[in-house]
């Protein structure tokens, strides 16, 4: 099962909510989350588009959601990309992961999806 079958649920909630994030003006447009083991980061950008998107608390929630159980399967990535696009009122989109070549770092497993482990 690929990684976008195994985590659909959380992909598509986590899409919704970007589509959420964006001026309706947005043709396109990039959120890039980076882990390095202890934090994430993340970023939702289309350089070309017009006003900028608002990341609000369900999206971070989300972030946290997915490299959570992502984790726990031993699937943690350094870099997950999300792009989107609106063509004749239909919305695609893509994934990628950057998995890291070393070991994923250790979720505790009574971490829930929507706490942060980490500690921010």
């Known amino acids: 099962m690929s990684t976008i079958e195994q985590y659909s649920e959380v992909i598509t909630r986590l899409v919704t909510e970007v589509l959420q994030c964006v001026p309706r003006e947005w043709q396109h447009g990039t959120l890039t989350m980076n882990c390095d083991g202890q934090r994430l980061t993340y970023s939702l950008l289309a350089e070309d588009q017009p006003g900028k998107a608002l990341l609000s608390e369900h999206l971070r929630d989300l ?58």
């Open 63 to 120: 972030i946290d959601e997915l490299y959570v159980r992502m984790a726990q399967h031993n699937n943690a990535w350094e870099q997950s990309v999300v792009t989107f696009e609106r063509k004749n009122g239909e919305v695609s989109f893509n994934t990628s992961f950057r998995h890291a070549n070393s070991q994923s770092p250790t979720v505790p497993s009574t971490a829930k999806p929507q706490k942060r482990w980490w500690g921010w």
